[in-house]
Structures are given as structure tokens and as C-alpha cells.
């Protein structure tokens, strides 16, 4: 038996039996993966053996499969999409067959996700982005006095568009089962400061280290101004619901979901808006004032080729990038006299 050579003062803890630790280890894979993504990667799983039964084949993972899966796929749905589902596929049958990783691998595989990839491509859709301009219209446009609702929209959209979160960071899923306590902000987090508020957000997907993300957003001198909405929100939510715990709460008391702001947001704007129009209109905004890429990608942790989305199809985003630090009216060189 192994023995430490140093004493340390270490907790007494009672032994667990061996299927106590198993159905512990059980709930504690569980939380691996988010909710959502589990429920994608259940659903990349049914596709790849409908697949199989479909054809007839054996669903043991080889290269020769997965080969066949991409290529069937590929001319049903976005090759993009197919990607994203053999990480799926891999994350659900490594544990029955751990060689899966490198048959996803193989040149066969990758080769053949390739060619569906430059055979089929479709340019991304991107939903087009809210600007200032536009938040100040819908202040403009909504009925005054403010109800609690118009003022919880309101602060939602003004919230997200200053702190480049997309929707789903804001509010719950309309899928009851893709809903988690845990993703809620609450309302004692928020924290009114002379000229910023913040609050937290429990934990996303890029938070690795789940310690939550602190928004912090500050007053504007200028309308649109979150500040003032937040302000007139939270003494609304305050007054008529003091002793619930969430941060966002309609006027009926629940939490706001998807289809709820989307429903507001549509009485203002065509459907080619969206929720994540306000994160696409903020991250605009700031390339354009002259702020480094570097620092918009760091402010919500996105990674390279997600950030490059937005340079790709705008183009003021674009020049802003490339430019950076100037005024977007200057030329990019000096002209000689």
C-alpha cells in the first residue's frame, strides 16, 4: 500500500459503495454537456442510425459509414449542419467504441466532409443588425406611460444590444426541456453604480471554468441610453414582485422565453431581425468607433472563426477592422499634397 510521506490535515470522509459511486458518477456526467447541446447531439445520433437503417448497414462507425453518412446527408442538409453532427456522433458512441475519434479522423472521413463542404456550399444567412438608430425608434415608437412589459423588453433589448449577449443569454428556451434554473440571472447579482449597472450570468457554454460572467454597462450621455430603462425596469420588478428571485420577470411573474420578445420585437422590425441581431449591431458599432477586433472578440470570449462571421458580411465592420483607430471618413493613407 502506497503511504504519503507528509502529513496533512485531511477531512474525514465515510466510504461509498461501489454502486453508490457509480449512480454518483452517472449524475455527475450528466452535467457535461449542456442541455442544449445534449439535445443536438441526441438528435445527430438518431440521424445516424436512421441512416443506417435505412441502408441497411451495420452502425459500427467505420470510415467507410461516416463516409456515406456525410455524403447522404450532405444533399438534404446544410454541410455545415453534418459537421456539427458527427461531433455529435462521436461524442455519443465513444464510450461503446473508443476508436471513433480516430475514424472521424481518417483521411477518408475528412476528405469526403471536405468535398461536401465546397460542393454544396450556401453562404451563411445572417440575420441583418440593429443599430442605434434603430433602438431609438422603437423607444420612440413604444406607447407611454411604459407598462412593466414594455419596459422589461425594452431593458432586455437595450441590455443585450450594450453587452454584445445574444438572446438566449437574456431569456429561457420556449422547450421546457431545454430550461435550467442554473442559466438564470437573479436579481441579486445586479449592482446600480452612479454610472454603470451590472449583474451576472451563471454560466454559458464558453464558460469553461463555470464561475458565471459579470455584465457590466455603462450609462450613456447620449440617448439610447440603457441605464435609465434598467433603472425604471428593476423599480417595476422591485414594487411588484419584491420576493421572487429572477432578475427578468414579466408581468405575469414568469421568466420572458424566446418566443415572448420575439413576439414584441416583430411589431417594430421584418423578420430578417432576430435576438442576435442586437449582439451583430453592437459588434458593428464598435468596429466602426474604432475599437480593436482583439478587444470586441474578448468582451464575449467568441472564438476566431465566429468573430470572423461578422467581418465577412458587413461591411462597415469590415473597413473597421481593417482600419481600426481611425474615423471611417479618413483615408486609410496619407495623400500627398
Known amino acids: 500500500m502506497i503511504q504519503s510521506k507528509t502529513q496533512s490535515r485531511q477531512s474525514i470522509c465515510v466510504a461509498w459503495t461501489l454502486e453508490h459511486l457509480l449512480i454518483k458518477r452517472s449524475i455527475t456526467l450528466g452535467f457535461a454537456l449542456d442541455c442544449s447541446t445534449q439535445s443536438t447531439y441526441s438528435s445527430a445520433l438518431n440521424s445516424y442510425f436512421t441512416f443506417c437503417n435505412l441502408h441497411h448497414l451495420d452502425p459500427y462507425p467505420t470510415a467507410d459509414t461516416l463516409s456515406f453518412y ?20 462521436v461524442s455519443e458512441l ?42 431609438l425608434m422603437v423607444l420612440h415608437h413604444v406607447p407611454s406611460p411604459f407598462q412593466h412589459d414594455d419596459l422589461l423588453f425594452l ?8 453587452s454584445l449577449l ?91 422565453t424566446h418566443s415572448w420578445f420575439l413576439h414584441k420585437l416583430y411589431l417594430f422590425f421584418p423578420r430578417s431581425i ?24 474578448a468582451i464575449r470570449c467568441w472564438k476566431s472563426d465566429t468573430f470572423e462571421q461578422y467581418i465577412q458580411h458587413y461591411s462597415t465592420l469590415l473597413q473597421a477592422v481593417l482600419f481600426h483607430g481611425r474615423s471611417v471618413h479618413e483615408p486609410p493613407f496619407a495623400v500627398p499634397p
Open 155 to 162: 431593458s432586455l433589448l437595450f441590455t443585450g444590444f450594450f
Open 70 to 89: 456525410i455524403t447522404f446527408m450532405s444533399h438534404h442538409i446544410e454541410p455545415h449542419s453534418v459537421h456539427t453532427y458527427l461531433a455529435g456522433i
Open 166 to 256: 445574444c438572446l438566449g443569454e437574456l431569456i429561457q428556451s420556449d422547450n421546457q426541456t431545454l430550461r435550467a434554473s442554473a442559466r438564470l440571472s437573479w436579481r441579486h447579482t445586479v449592482r446600480l453604480e452612479v454610472n454603470l449597472y451590472r449583474f451576472t450570468i451563471p454560466h454559458s457554454k464558453t464558460d469553461s471554468l463555470f464561475e458565471g460572467n459579470e455584465i457590466v454597462i455603462q450609462k450613456c450621455a447620449t440617448e439610447p441610453d440603457p441605464f435609465i430603462l434598467f433603472q425604471r425596469y428593476l423599480n417595476s420588478r422591485d414594487m411588484s414582485f419584491p420576493f421572487f428571485p429572477s432578475l427578468w420577470l414579466c408581468s405575469d411573474d414568469l421568466v420572458p
Open 274 to 297: 432576430s435576438g442576435h441581431s442586437m449582439r451583430a449591431g453592437d459588434a458593428t458599432s464598435l468596429a466602426a468607433a474604432g475599437v480593436p477586433p482583439s478587444q470586441i472578440q
Open 94 to 135: 465513444e464510450p461503446f467504441y473508443p476508436s471513433i475519434h480516430e475514424t472521424r479522423q481518417s483521411l477518408l472521413v475528412t476528405c469526403t466532409l471536405r468535398g461536401s463542404l465546397h460542393h454544396f456550399f450556401l453562404p451563411i444567412q445572417q440575420k441583418a443588425p440593429l443599430m442605434k438608430d434603430d433602438l
